[in-house]
């Protein structure tokens, strides 16, 4: 996991290489902005790590296997459910669908962590967006792009999870 951090790190710093043995091979030169580097959160690194490596991304209807989903359901049973899953799900396209959730509380949990997931991303977008500007190649704004998709496929499953809740009227429930 280290060399994907450095890599995301080395890409920032224009050209320069990463000597995967011994850590970095040249310093940045001053043009590449170390201190926005550093404020960046570890997810923002993983995050753009992972979409350089995710040229190929699953098909949409990409789907979750039946002991995945049931997971998932366990998870938001018990309040275990965490925003990193959620993330890694959306990079896949495999974000669970709100009709295959059993119950209301369950839905509600699943919103809850998905919003929680949004609000983690957001400051790695803002990030990204200020490293995109200075940044001469691709790389940051290629993550920027794939962030940007990320976050807007948990801003999507959002608004079905609030449709679902609305049709089984779960809030009247409350």
Do not use: Y
């Not at 699953?58 to 995945?68: I, R």
């Not at 965490?82 to 919103?111: F, G, H, M, N, Q």
């Amino acid at each position: 996991m280290l060399n994907l951090v450095a890599l995301a790190a080395a890409s920032a710093c224009r050209g320069h290489m990463l000597d995967h043995m011994s850590g970095w091979s040249h310093m940045c030169q001053p043009s590449c902005s170390t201190t926005m580097l550093a404020q960046m959160s570890r997810r923002a690194v993983l995050l753009g790590a992972a979409s350089a490596f995710s040229a190929v991304s699953e098909p949409a209807s990409a789907k979750l296997s039946p002991d995945e989903l049931k997971g998932v359901r366990e998870r938001a049973k018990d309040s275990t459910l965490t925003t990193d899953r959620v993330i890694r799900r959306a990079l896949r396209a495999e974000l669970v669908s709100p009709k295959r959730i059993d119950d209301c509380d369950s839905l509600t949990r699943l919103s809850m962590i998905d919003h929680a997931a949004v609000s983690e991303l957001t400051p790695a977008m803002t990030t990204l967006e200020k490293l995109a500007d200075l940044d001469v190649k691709t790389s940051f704004r290629t993550s920027l792009k794939r962030t940007e998709a990320v976050v807007s496929s948990i801003r999507d499953q959002i608004t079905a999870i609030d449709a679902e809740k609305a049709a089984r009227n779960c809030d009247a429930i409350l």
